[in-house]
């Protein structure tokens, strides 16, 4: 069997140069490089619709602005995220701040001034529940609203961008570039508290989140190819991974993912992976045997900001695709 020698990476300044040599060299370093080219190639196929998963506290961990890029330079097509991270997105729009803190604190003394703790970032409770509160406001300026997640973010991004328009935010560069992002458990996170707040203030605003399915899987189904990168895994892994599952019921010609790229630090052996391993989602037509798979094993924070430079840096470019 031929085989190809490993190369010491050269410490260029160049951080596509950087990441290019790192994958071929070793063990995490190896696959951080790898994902940058197997996203490289979602980005340069024509007939790739690429589906973003977000987990993890990613916005309170100074990850918005690489979110951002990637959106405004079309590097993805469609976000699935948590509710956290979407609200504590919309808490940056409107100027609501988080603080460099620390994990080794007395968190007692913490609760006692209102300080929550997100590891090592801080940030004043009582901002966040003013938050909610205006979620619960806009909640009663469209209500009655019956309709997916991603209708209600497009429309709460709207409200954002109206209200505060000097504000910076992933939502608001998603509405601007017509851009869905899914929350398919917004119930668990402080967007759900603050709908909660609306409800029991008797506005009727339903999320269904049946029709987010149906929505993402129609946006599966009409694509030719599929790219999927995982910031972490969950609840939006599992959300896009089952799309597949989707389309073979309804034979909609797809045969599994055709790209995929995972940055997490859950280990397979424990059972889960946030959702499984790309080997293991094969068996369940997730991915195909043919697959371009990569899983870094790496602390997002680190991967996001260094693969989010190296694709800028290449000079790929890719235009606006229609959902």
């Not at 300080?115 to 619960?136: K, L, T």
């Not at 959702?275 to 094993?297: D, L, M, N």
Request: proline share 4%; hydrophobic share 40%.
């Amino acid at each position: 069997m031929a085989m190809k020698p490993t190369s010491p990476v050269n410490p260029v300044s160049d951080i596509t140069l950087l990441l290019e040599g790192m994958s071929n060299t070793g063990f995490q370093g190896r696959k951080l490089g790898e994902s940058v080219r197997v996203w490289s190639d979602m980005i340069k196929d024509p007939d790739c619709t690429i589906l973003l998963g977000l987990s993890g506290a990613m916005i309170p961990g100074g990850m918005q602005k690489c979110l951002i890029e990637l959106v405004e330079r079309n590097y993805v097509d469609v976000i699935v995220s948590t509710g956290a991270n979407i609200f504590h997105d919309a808490c940056e729009h409107i100027g609501v701040r988080h603080y460099m803190g620390h994990h080794h604190v007395d968190d007692g003394h913490l609760f006692s001034q209102g300080i929550d703790r997100i590891y090592d970032v801080f940030a004043y409770e009582e901002q966040f529940r003013n938050v909610d509160r205006q979620i619960a406001d806009f909640a009663g300026e469209i209500s009655p609203f019956h309709g997916s997640s991603a209708e209600f973010i497009q429309m709460y991004g709207e409200f954002l961008l109206r209200t505060h328009p000097e504000g910076l935010s992933l939502i608001g560069s998603s509405v601007r570039s017509r851009l869905p992002v899914f929350i398919p458990a917004i119930s668990d996170s402080s967007i759900g508290i603050g709908l909660l707040m609306a409800r029991r203030n008797g506005v009727r605003v339903d999320i269904d989140q049946i029709a987010d399915i149906d929505e993402i899987a129609k946006i599966v189904e009409g694509s030719k190819k599929t790219g999927v990168i995982y910031i972490g895994g969950g609840v939006p892994k599992n959300f896009i991974q089952q799309t597949q599952v989707i389309a073979s019921i309804y034979e909609s010609g797809q045969k599994g993912h055709a790209y995929a790229i995972q940055y997490t630090t859950d280990a397979p052996h424990w059972g889960g992976l946030s959702g499984c391993t790309f080997e293991e989602a094969i068996s369940w037509g997730k991915e195909s045997v043919h697959t371009p798979r990569v899983q870094c094993f790496c602390d997002a924070t680190i991967a996001l900001p260094l693969v989010t430079a190296a694709l800028i840096n290449s000079g790929v470019t890719r235009p606006k695709r229609a959902m």
